[in-house]
């Protein structure tokens, strides 16, 4: 599957223990992240991880683009809790781009558990079903 991992700067030392304490998992998938998020936890854990530009210049940008094309599979998104952080709207489009095409998205650790839970067991597979990218589906193209 393909994961995309973002975190804001008070999140990043937060989803490393998360990739650290997954990286069995994680180690099984392409990962992309955000330049900066992907540069941390590649250096924290070792896992290869595809990056992007920075957030904040375009790389949110990036991973939903990857959504709206049906390339991205699981989104792990830690998000700022400050309450007086203003949602820019290159956030908003990713989230409701998760929504539109069954993504399914965590923005917090506890989420995050249980979806990668699920990864692990298999039960989110189904994703595999409807995006036409994936190898399943590649191969009943007979393009793989």
Known sequence: ???AI??????KELMAQFCTAYCGIL???HL?????????ISEATGLEIETFLMGSSGGMEQISS???FNEIDLVFYFRSTDP???IKEYESTLLRLCDVHNVPLATNIATAEAL?????SGNLNWREL?????AYNMKKKGSI
């Open 1 to 3: 599957m393909d994961i």
């Open 6 to 11: 973002i975190a804001d700067n008070n999140k």
């Open 27 to 29: 180690s099984r998938h």
């Open 32 to 40: 992309c992240a955000t330049h900066t998020t992907g540069k941390y």
């Open 66 to 68: 990857r959504i709206s």
């Open 84 to 86: 007086s952080k203003e």
């Open 116 to 120: 990668v839970i699920a990864l692990d």
């Open 130 to 134: 409807i995006n036409p990218h994936s």
